[in-house]
């Protein structure tokens, strides 16, 4: 026996005895203890720290799993423990998987689904499929599925392969010329949609993720280690030619240009099939695929399932309107507004770069928690505004003198080519500008260029300290992330909006293409909580999440308690409860989850069983100790604002939009922008934010949200918590952007 004596004779079988002995049902009994599987418990045994593969072993050699009634298997935590078996190869079982497939083969079926077997199977347990298969025709007709989608995926992979060996001689930076190049023909201007098969501004930087990737993980630092020298080289052999013909005598690579073309291509449709086809197989409820022969074909099961994910969509764009006029009231009441920012010629673009920074800061401070000042890794603090005006102040001009003055270039020439070459002539006869399709620095002369947008009060000739700082916090170093891609260390490889300051070696590089038309917001959502959601910061934030609801709150009368802890010898298990406010005799208890902004159904789906279902878990245990204080003398609860004839309500909110509205362990799930509305009760700031920007993303002259001045109040007779709740489960805040979005 081993992996520390079999988990000290199988935690899960005794936990399961446990809980049948104390009246629990074997069903609901197994529910509990496979949640305690997916949770990852326990974590240590003693001293030691337990790994997955031994809660793997243990759980699925565990008896009571073959003393199950079937249709146990049905149950959703049992469906995610089936699909957590079939996506690892260490252990196996295949007589109980037979007898799941005999006694319930559309459960086994939908495991194989959750567990992406569409995609990259194990190969252990497609054998023991394929074995079961021979008796279960739902198994026989998966493992056919699967070999479809097998064998498409293996031929858009071998076009890959094919156009990345054709590229593999080029150099990371010399790789990214040749994505500039293409991206200025067929993104800028619209040049994309000349064509039916056009490409999206989004598609081409997830794809170009992908390649980078690839491009790292197969280079020797020495290619990835910029030099003056090799910038040089780089520029004459692979910019020049097609720039400026007659000044070489070098021929342009048009392999490559064709070859790079090709390879996106096929990259962006391999990013297709994966979304549109693996994942939809895999998550999406609202279609199903039908074998025909050897194709397949979707059919709508559920359309109000896709009509929930694009309505979440929609009310994401609302919410970016939301802030933004938010922002809009700030600014034009602040002194700032009848300032000059910049030079005069810049003074319009300045002031909208001042006033989406201000939108994003007011975002990470009343949703995400996160405060004017942010930990770099290097333990380094920087100013969390100055950082996100730096960025888009960056993208201001790279708008302005990349993307504006090559759009009328282009629209003289009618020839990418000849509009960049213009372009480039035009920056080095001013003062030797870099205008080309990317642009290098080293790090002193980055810091030098971005000094004077850290220009503030206490800092009237900005700061080199602080614009070093925040050039850190938005880079993207290539090397560290080569050398972890290279030894397979598991990790995040941050998009290129995320952290678009790509620096190899001592030269940073910029993408104009990018960073002047990519959502800020989102970048610096995602760097603060995708890529840094290990922070020592992270938890602090959630705290002042929960405090600057809780405030929201009091505002409203409720008397607030954040973070209590009931007496844990009482109530085993329960933990700390984020929230509970009490008004109207209604405990509202409230599970708070703070995440990123999530741009596929995988991830969505994966955030819904894992985070979203652990949290309905919580909160049922919080709302269970909550209602057995009501019933016992007062005390403890009197501190609470609460009373033996108190009711409770249960609320996860959290930060992300996904999922809105779904009930996890009977529980709603809201976003925290949702409740902050609904308190606030200014629905009427809800609008799309392009309305809010004249021709050009100039600023109209209005900052008023008079089109929908007519919504009225949330509360015509007075605020009270069973309006507040209703307001809730109706979705009210919403209503009237979701009628005319109809």
Known sequence: MTSLGLFSLNFYQERSCELIASGISRSDAAILVAEHYLDGKPARRGK???????????????????????????????????????????????????????????????????????????????????????VTSEIHEQCLVIDIFVDVHEVRQSEIDKWQIKLAYLSPFEFLIYASLFAFEHLISGQSAKSESSMSD????????????????????????LTEKQIGISMAEH????????????????????????????????????????????????????????????????????NRWERDGQRLLLCHGYWLYRALQEFYSSEIANQRIGKPENHEANQLAFIRALRTQMELDEVYGIDDAVLLASGESINLFQALLSLELTSAFFQQDFLAQYSLLLEKSENSMAALSELALQGLTDGMQIRFPLTWSEREQKIRSIVGWTVSEKNPKGSLPLAGSILD?????????????????????????????????????????????????????????????????????????????????????????????????????????????????????????????RRSQREAWLHGKTTLRKAGQQLRRKVAAINRMLERPPGETMELGLTSTCSTYGIIADTSIEHDHEHFNGFLKVSVEEILIALRDDRELLTDPISLLGEGDGLQSTHSPAKNKTLGTLYPNGFNVQRFIEVLENQLVWLEADLQAK
């Open 48 to 134: 030691h720290k337990i790994t997955q593969s031994e809660r793997d072993a243990a759980f699925w050699s565990a008896e009571f799993l073959g003393q199950l009634p079937s249709a146990t298997w049905c149950a959703e935590v049992m469906l995610l423990a089936l699909a957590r078996y079939l996506d690892q190869e260490r252990v196996s079982a295949p007589t109980l998987l037979l007898s799941i497939a005999q006694s319930q083969p559309s459960a086994l079926c939908k495991a194989m689904r959750y567990a992406r077997m569409v995609y990259r199977p194990k190969a252990t347990r497609l054998a023991e499929l394929r074995e079961i298969a021979k």
């Open 202 to 225: 989004e598609a081409i930087w997830y794809a170009l993720t992908e390649l980078i990737a690839w491009k790292l993980k197969t280079s020797p630092d020495a290619k990835i280690r």
């Open 239 to 306: 910019i020049a030619p097609f720039l400026f013909p007659g000044s070489t005598q070098i021929p342009p690579r048009l392999d490559f240009i064709q070859a790079f073309s090709a390879l996106m291509t096929a990259q962006v449709e391999m990013n297709e099939f994966i979304s549109r086809s693996v994942d939809a197989h895999s998550y999406d409820d609202a279609v199903r695929f039908v074998r025909r022969g050897d194709r397949l074909e979707i059919e709508v099961a559920d359309p109000s399932i896709r």
């Open 473 to 597: 916090f938005w880079t993207n170093d290539w090397l560290t992330l080569a050398a972890r891609l290279r030894s397979n260390m598991p990790g995040l490889v941050p998009e290129i909006l995320e952290r678009p300051f790509l620096k190899l070696g001592d030269y940073f590089v910029q993408l104009p293409w990018v960073t002047g038309r990519q959502n800020n917001s989102t970048a610096a959502i995602n760097n603060l909580r995708r890529l840094g959601a290990r922070r020592t910061e992270a938890q602090e934030e959630t705290r002042r999440i929960e405090a600057r609801l809780g405030k929201l709150f009091e505002n409203r009368g409720f008397k607030v308690t954040q973070g209590f802890h009931p007496n844990p010898e009482a109530y085993p298990e329960v933990g700390e409860i984020d929230l509970i406010c009490a008004r109207d005799g209604v405990a509202l208890v409230i599970e708070v989850k703070s995440s990123f902004r």
